[in-house]
């Protein structure tokens, strides 16, 4: 279980503020990516929070809401390009990359190669920050997910996570 140590990497995204907005919106997500492997208990530095959104009607209305405190622009989009970000905006996608108030956010509704929030839930994890309570994808989930990107990074979480995992397994009792 993570501790109330900040969160935030410098020049990154603020977990805690962007959960607890979405918390208050009653968003359902799950963190993953490197957020999730910090809370994990890797030294991994990010830059983005990624998410995973349940992408039913319901929570896409409350992400547009959400997501409105964020003042989100699309990463590598022209400079003053129009956004409009509601859930029929949100439903007609499935992953977006966001620049925000909060820093650099990644909402994905599909995970290569596992599926949707859905196929995630199962496996998830709590995590404690400050007053919060996040779900995270699952360490063998995230673990799969590294093992199929497989970019330098990735390899180099994977190292991470793997070793994490074997700390887990020697400290269930037998």
């Known amino acids: 279980m993570a501790d109330d140590s900040e969160k935030k990497t410098p020049g990154g995204s603020d977990l805690k503020k962007i959960a607890a907005t979405l918390q208050r919106h009653k968003v359902e997500f799950l963190v993953i990516g490197g957020q999730a492997e910090i809370l994990m208990g890797s030294p991994r530095v ?11 009607p319901e929570n896409l209305e409350r992400l547009a809401e959400a997501l409105k405190e964020f003042n ?7 400079p003053g390009l129009p956004l409009l970000l509601d859930a029929h905006a949100l439903a007609l996608g499935s992953n977006y990359t966001f620049n925000t108030a909060m820093g650099p956010l990644d909402l994905l509704g599909w995970v290569e190669p596992l599926g949707e929030y859905e196929a995630l839930l199962p496996a998830c994890e709590t995590y404690a920050i400050g007053n919060l309570t996040l779900r995270t994808i699952g360490l063998d989930d995230l673990i799969r997910i590294k093992q199929h990107i497989g970019r330098a990074k990735d390899r180099e979480s994977l190292r991470q996570l793997l070793a994490i995992r074997k700390l887990r397994d020697e400290s269930q009792p037998s």
Not at 46 to 56: E, H, I, K, Q, S
């Open 46 to 56: 990010t830059y983005a929070t990624d998410l995973c959104y349940r992408r039913d």
């Open 72 to 78: 989100p622009t699309l990463r590598g989009a022209p």
